[in-house]
């Protein structure tokens, strides 16, 4: 046999689980499968080949129908928020962001005027046990700007930090401990939020019962 030829079927002693199937060759359990004209190979030797995973399921999805929806969602999350905890809020725009926002402060006690921050780039709120700082980065261009106007201090263990447009702020504002995403879904809302702390679970836990 021409010593370039590859054998139409392995040899046992070299191969003894492979078996067989029409016109494939196949290893049992997670192995590639080559047609017969090739030799099957477990993955795990293979060491350029890897799984192709599904996308990460987030820790939790709601739909939201109407505004009311976004409203009451946030105020079931305000009493699990912790001082410290830095929330991302992403989403087009008309997505609720806002409105998850004026949820939460809502939930947290307070009743007065939730404006959003896009042109004041955060606006500060005191509430009886925490310090919440919303920030909206859709205008946001200049790294200086965080630093020049002392908003990076508002990042702290005694404060509350809800960020609009954070992909905006990349590299710049601390790494979330949740993240929420907000579609729009017709005429309503599909909420998706993950937690990528302990901290951030700890909060979402109290969603799920």
């Not at 905890?85 to 609720?96: D, H, N």
């Not at 954070?166 to 017709?186: F, L, S």
Request: some cysteine.
């Amino acid at each position: 046999m021409n010593r370039d030829s590859t054998p139409t079927t392995p040899p046992a002693a070299r191969a003894p689980l492979l078996r067989q199937e029409g016109n494939f060759l196949a290893y049992p359990s997670a192995f590639i499968t080559y047609h017969a004209s090739r030799i099957s190979y477990p993955i795990s030797r293979i060491p350029h080949l890897g799984f192709h995973h599904n996308p990460p399921v987030p820790h939790l999805s709601r739909f939201l129908p109407a505004e009311s929806d976004t409203l009451a969602l946030g105020a079931e999350l305000a009493p699990h928020l912790e001082p410290g905890l830095v929330i991302y809020l992403s989403g087009e725009l008309g997505a609720g962001k806002t409105t998850l926002a004026r949820g939460i402060l809502r939930g947290l006690g307070y009743n007065g005027r939730v404006k959003s921050p896009s042109f004041a780039l955060v606006e500060p709120y005191s509430l009886s046990r925490l310090y919440l700082y919303h920030f909206d980065f859709y205008r946001f261009t200049d790294p200086r700007e965080l630093e020049e106007a002392g908003f990076r201090e508002h990042f702290n263990p005694d404060s509350l930090c809800l960020v609009e447009w954070p992909e905006n702020a990349a590299g710049v504002v601390p790494a979330a401990d949740i993240r929420i995403e907000m579609k729009i879904a017709g005429s309503g809302r599909q909420l998706e939020i993950d937690a990528d702390t302990e901290a951030g679970r700890r909060c979402l836990e109290h969603l799920k019962h």
